[in-house]
């Protein structure tokens, strides 16, 4: 059975760093497309950032150069290593398991599982 | 970035009714491989998204059958046949055309 957890939110004051985590199960990681997409407080959906099976890694404007993703395939584990965190990073986090395959900067299918996500409060 | 719009943003409905979503995309979704790149999730009161529809017209791994998704290039709609009480959400379109991939607003489909 296909798992994803979550962990590593928290409150951080702005400027901030954190890491967060998303444990995979019933699939290999680094055979498989995987997103971070963020949900604000009341908020819609947001894209932040993709990992393709390759290694190649793709970001929303508004984390590029704050945020990377990366992955851990001996623990089968995906990461968003969040720096110079601002009030508006605030957000449920998920980690999304793309089905299908990514190729240039287009990704052939949706999202079929998702995390049940973590919380990251930044705040002073 | 391609900009999605859902209408409408709010939706009651009447179990057993019928109830339709549309969205648009700033610029066609229909890729070269003629595929449109293009999904409906909803997301349950409390809980993560899920995958309804993807790549346009395809229902996702135990979607019932009275979700369909129909439309090319810059328009789409996601229709239920008969709503269930079950249904009531939040429900965005997605495109995963090109980076960064964008949602749209989300319709809110509530019990009358």
């Known amino acids: 059975e296909v798992q994803l957890v979550e962990s590593g939110g928290g409150l951080i004051q702005p400027g901030g760093s954190l890491r967060l985590s998303c444990a995979a199960s019933?699939?290999?990681?680094?055979?498989?497309?995987i997103s971070w997409v963020r949900q604000a407080p009341g908020k819609g959906l947001e894209w932040v950032s993709v990992i393709y099976a390759g290694g190649t890694t793709f970001y929303a404007d508004s984390v590029k150069g704050r945020f990377t993703i990366s992955r851990d395939n001996s623990k089968n584990a995906l990461y968003l290593q969040m720096n110079s965190l601002r009030a508006e990073d605030t957000a449920m986090y998920y980690c999304a398991k793309l089905d299908g395959y990514c190729s240039e900067n287009t990704c052939l299918g949706g999202f079929d599982y998702w995390g049940q996500g973590t919380l990251v409060t930044v705040s002073s | 970035d391609i900009v999605m719009t859902q209408s409408p943003l709010s939706l009651p409905v009447t179990p057993g009714e019928p109830a339709s979503i549309s969205c648009r995309s700033s610029?066609?979704?229909?890729?070269?491989?003629?595929?449109?790149?293009f999904h409906w999730y909803l997301q349950k009161p409390g809980k993560s998204p899920q995958l309804l529809i993807y790549l346009g017209s395809n229902r996702a791994s135990g979607v019932p059958d009275r979700f369909s998704g129909s439309g090319s290039g810059t328009d789409f709609t996601l229709k239920i046949s008969r709503v269930e009480a079950e249904d009531v959400g939040v429900y965005y379109c997605m495109q995963s055309l090109q980076t960064p991939f964008t949602f749209g607003p989300g319709t809110k489909v509530d019990i009358k």
């Open positions: 019933g699939f290999t990681v680094s055979t498989n497309y």
């Open positions: 610029q066609s979704l229909l890729h070269s491989d003629g595929y449109n790149y």
